[in-house]
């Protein structure tokens, strides 16, 4: 699953090739892919023009001046290619990025007047494209759900502590994937915020200091917006927004670097254990439980 740093990573990329373009036509072979009724489609998407794409936690919005948006969600194996005078490819990195479109992945495809084509491909089928008028997007499920954006300017270390003193019960790796306490964070991320902060992932709420979880606080918003900058990580199926695979891994501290040096600690190797139902990485000597 994408974590919050590779979508935003797919956001910036679109924003920059698709605002103002005009939907023509959009043809789909998936009814789950695409799961919207014929006459709101002929309706508030066919010559609707797109004005704004948004993120809010791992899902994309893509606005148009109907007063409808589409929702975007890439799931596991998701992909977005746009080919026109430019070309932008995002994604699952297989060669549906680079090849001839469509082929056997492409679900969704969406055509522009000026020519140029925007694909959804999607392997295993589990990503989908949902229309909805851009006023009920707050109200489904999920947005009522997801808690606050880990970037956003008004998340503050107290907002960011009252969340997470939520689950007091919990291990501390467990509120930070929870997707109702904070919008985004992943396995990687949250492993890397934990190293830098030097709590131990299995280290229950209730046992933090709030002076600790002000550490963690800067420490998930730096790893995040490094990955951004980097372009995404390449756990295994994400590139950025060009095609190409970030290069945030190797800038990792401590992910899927078991049995190597802590950067820290030179005399302690990194190991890897189990911690939320989640592979977990960590130093024994800078994070005691």
């Known amino acids: 699953m994408p974590e919050l740093p590779e979508v935003e990573t797919v956001r910036r990329g679109l924003h920059a090739l698709i605002i103002g373009k005009q939907i023509t036509a959009v043809q789909h072979d998936w009814p789950k892919s695409f799961p919207n009724a014929t006459s709101d489609v002929d309706e508030f998407l066919i010559d609707a023009n797109i004005t704004d794409v948004r993120r809010r936690a791992k899902v994309l919005i893509i606005d148009l001046d109907s007063q409808y948006s589409l929702i975007v969600h890439l799931k596991m194996t998701g992909q977005l290619v746009f080919r026109g005078e430019q070309?932008?490819?995002?994604?699952?990195?297989?060669?549906?990025?680079?090849?001839?479109?469509?082929?056997?992945?492409?679900?969704?495809?969406?055509?522009?007047s000026d020519g140029s084509t925007l694909y959804f491909n999607d392997q295993r089928k589990f990503g989908w494209m949902r229309l909805l008028p851009t006023i009920e997007v707050p109200n489904i499920d999920f947005m009522k759900?997801?808690?606050?954006?880990?970037?956003?300017?008004?998340?503050?270390?107290?907002?960011?502590?009252?969340?997470?003193?939520?689950?007091?019960?919990?291990?501390?790796?467990?509120?930070?994937?929870?997707?109702?306490?904070?919008?985004?964070?992943?396995?990687?991320?949250?492993?890397?915020?934990?190293?830098?902060?030097?709590?131990?992932?299995?280290?229950?709420?209730?046992?933090?200091?709030?002076?600790?979880?002000?550490?963690?606080?800067?420490?998930?918003?730096?790893?995040?917006?490094?990955?951004?900058?980097?372009?995404?990580?390449?756990?295994?199926n994400y590139v950025n927004a060009e095609g190409k695979k970030g290069s945030y891994i190797d800038f990792a501290r401590v992910f899927r670097r078991e049995g190597k040096s802590c950067p820290r600690h030179p005399d302690t190797v990194i190991i890897k254990t189990r911690v939320a139902g989640r592979g977990t990485h960590l130093c024994p000597k800078c994070q005691k439980l």
Do not use: C
């Open 87 to 112: 070309v932008f490819g995002a994604g699952h990195p297989n060669d549906s990025l680079i090849g001839d479109l469509p082929d056997r992945s492409t679900r969704v495809t969406i055509q522009f």
């Open 145 to 236: 759900k997801v808690g606050p954006e880990p970037l956003s300017d008004d998340f503050t270390p107290k907002v960011f502590i009252d969340r997470i003193r939520k689950r007091p019960n919990t291990t501390i790796k467990a509120a930070l994937l929870d997707q109702t306490v904070l919008a985004g964070i992943g396995n990687i991320y949250a492993d890397e915020g934990l190293w830098g902060a030097g709590i131990h992932p299995a280290m229950r709420v209730r046992d933090v200091s709030d002076a600790n979880l002000k550490n963690l606080y800067t420490e998930l918003r730096f790893v995040l917006e490094l990955s951004i900058e980097k372009g995404g990580s390449t756990d295994r």
